[in-house]
């Protein structure tokens, strides 16, 4: 099979868990320790999407090389930098923090003032330590930004709940647009 190779990033506020579902796709593992991402740390894995329908060019699939970028307000600035030559971004956010959730629009902009086309997938995190989780979700985020994504999901990089997922559609979705 012939792959293709895409840079995607994972952004969001500090804590909301960008480390921990990268961790959960690529080495399938989980850890409650939380170590803070310094600057940027770059992962890959293949995504086999050669037989999904929806697919243009089959037999081909795709490595996804994942940047994760740290949460921190003063990182703002040096963003955009590691953003350059990103065809997607999964932007991350906590349903136990309102405020991350509240967020997404402003890490929408910046990914856009660096990369106008590119794809934008929600990961709405930690899913399993809210008692209803879309009803959250849904009372938090602002249909706007909703509507600025080609897809949401409620994530939990501990549970592994639609971890694989959003990755899988972000992967289709470089395949259709490559």
């Given amino acids: 099979m012939t792959d293709i190779s895409q840079k995607i990033c994972l952004v969001g506020d500090f804590g909301v868990g960008k480390t921990s579902l990268i961790r959960r796709f690529v080495d399938r593992q989980f850890s409650d320790r939380y170590l803070s991402t310094v600057g940027v740390k770059i992962s890959r894995r293949q995504v086999e999407v050669a037989e999904h329908p929806s697919n243009p060019l089959p037999g081909r699939n795709i490595q996804l090389l994942i940047w994760d970028l740290e949460g921190r307000s003063k990182f703002k600035g040096v ?16 349903l136990t923090r309102p405020e991350t959730v509240r967020g997404v629009g402003d890490h929408i902009d910046l990914f856009h003032s660096v990369n106008a086309q590119g794809a934008v997938a929600l990961a709405l995190n930690k899913a399993d330590l809210v008692a209803d989780p879309a009803r959250e979700a849904k009372s938090l985020l602002d249909p706007q930004q909703y509507r600025r994504a080609f897809a949401t999901y409620l994530t939990s990089a501990k549970s592994g709940i639609h971890v694989d997922e959003i990755f899988e559609a972000i992967a289709l979705k470089l395949l259709t647009q490559a």
């Avoid at 963003?79 to 906590?94: E, F, M, N």
């Fill in 79 to 94: 963003a955009p930098s590691y953003l350059q030559g990103a065809k997607g971004v999964i932007i991350v956010s906590d």
